[in-house]
Nanobody, 115 residues
Framework: QVQLVESGGGLVQAGGSLRLSCAAS????????MGWYRQAPGKQRELVAT???????NYADSVKGRFAISRDNAKNTAFLQMNTLKPEDTAVYYC?????????WGQGTQVTVSS
């Protein structure tokens, strides 16, 4: 079993920055990949960014050049640095971890970007 706890969400003005953290209950070195997803009201959950065990990254087109995903194996934590935030980035952001064939999710953290 894996527990993931997100933090760092909040209210920010357009153009601002936030850094989300995802703390895992076990070593993240064993995870095949970790990722961030988001879900806005009335919309489906969508991929934001992923990072593999080998540190390969992948981003949604809408966040390329503005967001950066990283992981600190020593702290068992993944991060999402979000810069130049836009109102359309407003959503609940969820951390995901893949271990073997199982997916684990955090409870989510709200990000609200005001115009």
């Amino acid at each position: 079993q894996v527990q993931l706890v997100e933090s760092g969400g909040g209210l920010v003005q357009a153009g601002g920055s936030l850094r989300l953290s995802c703390a895992a209950s076990r070593s993240i070195f064993t995870f095949i990949a970790m990722g961030w997803y988001r879900q806005a009201p009335g919309k489906q959950r969508e991929l934001v960014a992923t990072i593999t065990r080998g540190d390969s990254t992948n981003y949604a087109d809408s966040v390329k050049g503005r967001f950066a995903i990283s992981r600190d194996n020593a702290k068992n934590t993944a991060f999402l640095q979000m810069n130049t935030l836009k109102p359309e980035d407003t959503a609940v952001y969820y951390c995901n971890a893949r271990l073997f064939a199982a997916d684990y999710w955090g409870q989510g953290t709200q990000v609200t970007v005001s115009s």
